[in-house]
């Protein structure tokens, strides 16, 4: 029950939705095929009797005619696969489509992303989008199509078999007993006992593929990262280590995959065994009555084609079994993803994105074990003018950035941004994407003429790239750090924010570069508010003013030369 509650969950936004009626109608459609797959079926068992019948006294005549029936049939048979298939195919993306627009807003609101690594987010949430998702509507639709289409054709061939079946004496315990129907209920019999047996040896399966699916993500996320951090790894010697942790995890995956397979083996060795005797069982319970001649050759053809597909009805949950155990793994992974981003904790200090003033006011922040970082910083700053967020490591200059951002959620009190406040960290985010692309992050390139973007490269020392603006690259791997934190500063030239954040912005440079570029923004943007949350004194005569958040509200007596320190808002000294 709990997992078809949370089968429901997952579904009925997309089956239940405004526009459902489009992915209903395909799925109708394709299930109309089916069906109509199914009749044919039935024509093509009446056929075996017929062509079987003409065959066994030797009618030549009518072999063409047959022959060319049964030509028409898999036409039809074809046609109706092939059709069924691609609308089944068309809903399974739509279906895929809409989950995943679901899934990535409700990851990236709020920064859900950052708010779930602060709480333990489940493993590897990229792989519950990209793969779980697929395999949902994959498997969802494929069985139900499938169930559909088995159950017609049980519901057509139940009618066939149970009529040839006809009545027929059992003795026991001295008296006769009539039996209606007696292939029909052999069937169901030999499905009802398989099935039980199966879902004995096979429901373990269900935990190994949800595990198997979280040792490959994981082996699969540590390889990436090699690859991304394949320098420092490098320069570090740290090769052997890396080996001991891969070849470790994979170990872990080896272990899990043979468990799998063991039980696996168990599962299709029943299921070999299975197949084999169900062919037999139906020749086998014709063979007294065509014995005794109430029975002709084709009359067993065709009770064996209706035994078969009536079979397969009965025991349609043994023969998909190991594909619903992994849709129930699939179902696990997802609904727990999705509790996972329900629970976000969205708390933290107020943000108030207004106006042109930028302040805060009681505002303090803690990490998560309670340790207190700041508090009760209040202060004011109307702008354009350059602000100073200072204080030793450990602090909570980094967390003081979150606070602000509206990220941090173990924080209190307000914080007030002006309209259109930029953020920027200390590492920037460099997508996969062209170097236009990567200057304009996070706006839309369309806004910015290629020459504004030359010239802000330019103006910050990456005249060598300058002329790549079309390029697509992994920019992260290919700059170095202080190359990276240029971009930064090319980036804030060319947006030219009226309010901006930067968080050490400089800590990658030298101290005569770090002056340069600091200098650069000073004579570029005067009419902007910038704040630098740093500890970097190469530049410290360029601010107005500075607030050292390892005093709170207390105004600091000491400061170094050219560099003036408050508390509240009070203008530095000097």
């Not at 330019?458 to 700059?479: H, T």
Request: aromatic share 10%.
């Amino acid at each position: 029950m709990k997992l078809l509650t949370a089968f429901w969950r997952l579904a009925s936004p997309f089956w239940f939705g405004k526009k459902a009626w489009k992915p209903w109608l395909l799925f109708l459609l394709s299930v109309g095929c089916s069906v109509a797959f199914a009749r044919v079926l039935v024509l093509v068992a009446r056929w075996n009797k017929e062509f079987f019948d003409a065959l066994s006294k030797f009618e030549a005549e009518q072999m063409p005619q047959l022959l060319l029936e049964y030509l028409l049939y898999i036409t039809l048979i074809a046609l109706f696969i092939v059709l069924g298939n691609w609308l089944i195919k068309a809903v399974k993306f739509e279906w895929r489509d809409f989950m995943t627009r679901e899934f990535v807003s409700k990851w990236l609101k709020e920064s859900g992303e950052w708010r779930l690594k602060l709480e333990g987010e489940p493993d590897n949430p990229d792989q519950r989008i990209a793969e779980d998702l697929w395999m949902l509507a994959d498997e969802t639709l494929f069985l139900a199509k499938n169930f559909i289409q088995t159950m017609t054709r049980l519901g057509s061939f139940v009618a066939i078999l149970w009529t040839m079946s006809g009545v027929q004496s059992v003795a026991l315990g001295g008296s006769t007993v009539e039996v209606h129907g007696y292939l029909v209920w052999i069937a169901l019999v030999f499905a009802v006992l398989c099935t039980l047996f199966m879902h004995w040896v096979g429901h373990p399966l269900r935990p190994l593929n949800v595990e198997r699916q979280r040792r490959e993500a994981d082996f699969r996320t540590a390889l990436v990262r090699v690859r991304e951090n394949a320098p420092e790894i490098a320069l570090m010697k740290g090769e052997p280590a890396e080996r001991s942790r891969l070849l470790g995890l994979f170990a872990r995956v080896r272990d899990n995959w043979f468990r799998l397979i063991g039980r696996e083996l168990k599962a299709e060795t029943f299921t070999a065994f299975q197949m084999r005797l169900s062919w037999l069982i139906p020749i086998a319970a014709t063979l007294p009555p065509y014995l005794a001649r109430t029975m002709t050759l084709g009359d067993i053809m065709q009770a064996r084609s209706a035994f078969e597909n009536v079979l397969d009805g009965f025991q349609w949950f043994l023969d998909y079994y190991k594909r619903l155990i992994a849709l129930a793994a699939v179902i696990d992974r997802l609904s727990g993803f999705a509790e996972a981003l329900s629970r976000v904790k969205r708390g933290g200090a107020g943000l108030r994105e207004e106006g042109h003033e930028l302040g805060a006011s009681g505002l303090s922040a803690s990490v998560p074990s309670g340790r207190v970082l700041f508090s009760g910083l209040d202060f004011t700053e109307p702008g354009p003018a350059w602000l100073r967020i200072g204080g030793p490591s450990g602090t909570g200059k980094t967390i003081f950035i979150r606070t602000a951002a509206g990220i941090w959620p173990w924080s209190r009190g307000e914080v007030r941004l002006p309209t259109g406040t930029r953020i920027y960290p200390q590492k920037p985010y460099l997508p996969v994407a062209t170097l236009k692309e990567v200057l304009a992050y996070p706006d839309d390139p369309g806004r910015y003429r290629d020459r504004d973007c030359v010239e802000s490269l330019r103006e910050a020392g990456l005249a060598g790239i300058a002329g790549r603006l079309s390029d697509r690259d992994d920019w992260g791997r290919i700059l170095s750090g202080g190359e990276q934190q240029r971009v930064t500063f090319a980036r804030i030239l060319l947006q030219k924010p009226a309010t901006a954040i930067l968080d050490e912005p400089t800590s990658a440079l030298d101290p005569e570069s770090s002056r340069a570029m600091a200098e650069l923004l000073k004579r570029k943007l005067p009419g902007s508010l910038l704040v630098f949350v740093t500890h970097d004194n190469a530049y410290a005569d360029l601010f107005d003013r500075t607030i050292d958040l390892s005093h709170g509200k207390d105004v600091a007596s000491a400061a170094p030369a050219g560099e003036g320190t408050v508390g509240r808002g009070v203008p530095a000294a000097g």
